[in-house]
């Protein structure tokens, strides 16, 4: 395997740039907005941290005063799409006890965007992703505390028709991260061919090949995978299964040796659509690190982005995801859940953890004037035994509003938070009372 000045990643920077200055990006955007929406926010509050030290029990007051906004929404124009969601909050803070005024900032969020002609030749795609990360197990309730990775992916495909049915894909995809505090740097370069042929009308077969280079943390890896797929377009959604194995070899240039590991891969999903309502259930066994999913896993979906994601070495993590969005709830709701559950066993030290999240929206419109919203996220870990939480929090915001005009809405909030560590055996608690002024917008597609 190369060493770290000779990795592939210098191609991807390559690639990279030339991506940047493609035309397709200065089409007006104006004219391709699909939806747009947004908010930004002027707010007041007063929370009460409750938390276990060294020494004992401590808690402070903290009125504050601070700014914060969204944006999220998809353009399209042609084969030229972009999804997008970010969000930022600025905060000034006054501890009670001894006088003392802080500020903190944090931002998260994803965007992607794809060039695809499904009657061209060549497709491509950009990437940025802003996000907490926890370098080792354990929580925190602000968001500031936790360090910051922004996420760079690109890539670009060429397509092949050696027959009317037929269809072969060569692509590579490129990632890089730039980490502050104490994470380290990283980048990921996959290559990627996959053969398709039609099966019928609604069903298609696909054999891929796939090679990745990652450097982390002085790590040099190398991961091949081959997997037969099947995807089939249903009346009611989509069904995608894909089996197949992966292969491994970890070099470590301080010692001068590598580790070989393989493991059994693949998928299934199936998907349900309505014009309403989405439900997703999927399965998935990959041989993967943290590096590695910088060009392999491109933005999650926007709408259910981790208020944390911890940093792994090389495993095989087997997942369950469920997702399900729908406006079936009630007449004036919308409703969206998401639970996953994830087996990590290290191929490095044998360790095995697990990782659970659940995320759970409401939105309710009470009358022409008030609305309510209600969200609740939960994310844990876990050693060996599955059961045994090590760590955990859970966050509850609870807003009631009332619209003032068209788009400006004036409003209060319950914030509650709890994180529990049972290996330091330190807990944390907020309890805060918010009040807010909102300025909307929203744009629709030009008709």
Request: charged residues 25%; proline residues 2%.
């Amino acid at each position: 395997m190369k060493r770290r000045d000779e990795f592939p990643y210098r191609y991807a920077l390559l690639l990279l740039s030339s991506l940047m200055v493609t035309p397709a990006l200065a089409q007006t955007v104006s004219d391709s907005v699909q939806n747009l929406s947004g908010a930004g926010t002027v707010f007041g509050a007063v929370t009460h941290t409750r938390m276990d030290t060294d020494t004992g029990t401590e808690s402070n007051t903290k009125p504050s005063l601070g700014v914060s906004g969204d944006i999220g929404g998809d353009l399209r124009r042609g084969a030229n799409s972009l999804a997008l969601r970010y969000g930022g909050t600025l905060e000034t803070e006054r501890d009670l006890p001894n006088g003392e005024q802080t500020s903190s900032n944090a931002i998260n969020g994803a965007a992607r965007y794809d060039y695809f002609n499904p009657g061209g030749v060549l497709d491509m795609n950009l990437g940025h992703t802003i996000e907490s990360v926890r370098n080792d197990t354990g929580y925190v309730l602000n968001s500031t505390d936790y360090d910051t990775r922004n996420t760079l992916t690109a890539g670009a495909g060429v397509r092949f028709y050696p027959g009317e049915l037929t269809s072969f894909r060569v692509s590579a995809q490129a990632g890089k991260s730039f980490a502050s505090d104490d994470l380290d740097d990283s980048e990921s370069l996959t290559t990627e061919a996959i053969l398709s042929r039609r099966l019928s009308e609604r069903s298609e077969g696909s054999l891929t090949a796939r090679r990745s280079w990652a450097d982390e943390k002085r790590l040099d890896t190398t991961i091949d995978t081959a997997e037969l797929g099947y995807a089939r377009g249903l009346e009611t959604g989509t069904f995608k299964v894909s089996v197949g194995g992966s292969w491994s070899e970890t070099e470590f240039p301080d010692q001068r040796s590598t580790q070989d590991s393989d493991a059994m891969t693949g998928y299934i999903e199936r998907i349900w659509l309505a014009p309403d309502s989405s439900t997703t259930v999927r399965y998935n066994r990959e041989l993967s690190d943290s590096a590695t999913e910088l060009s392999l896993n491109l933005p999650p979906e926007l709408a259910f982005l981790p208020d944390s994601v911890l940093l792994r070495d090389l495993v095989v993590r087997d997942s369950l995801l469920l997702a399900h969005s729908t406006d079936r709830l009630c007449g004036v709701c919308t409703f969206s859940v998401l639970a996953e559950g994830a087996r990590l066993e290290s191929q490095l030290n044998d360790a095995t953890t697990h990782e659970y999240r659940t995320s759970v929206r409401l939105a309710m419109d009470l009358d022409r004037l008030h609305q309510l919203l209600v969200s609740w996220n939960w994310q844990a870990d876990a050693g060996e035994d599955s059961s045994d939480l090590t760590a955990h929090t859970h966050i509850l915001d609870i807003a009631l509003s009332r619209r003032l005009t068209e788009n400006v809405r004036f409003g209060g909030g319950l914030n509650l938070g709890w994180v529990r560590d049972d290996i330091e055996d330190r807990d944390q608690e907020d309890y805060g009372l918010r009040v807010f002024l909102t300025r909307d917008f929203n744009l629709m597609a030009r008709r």
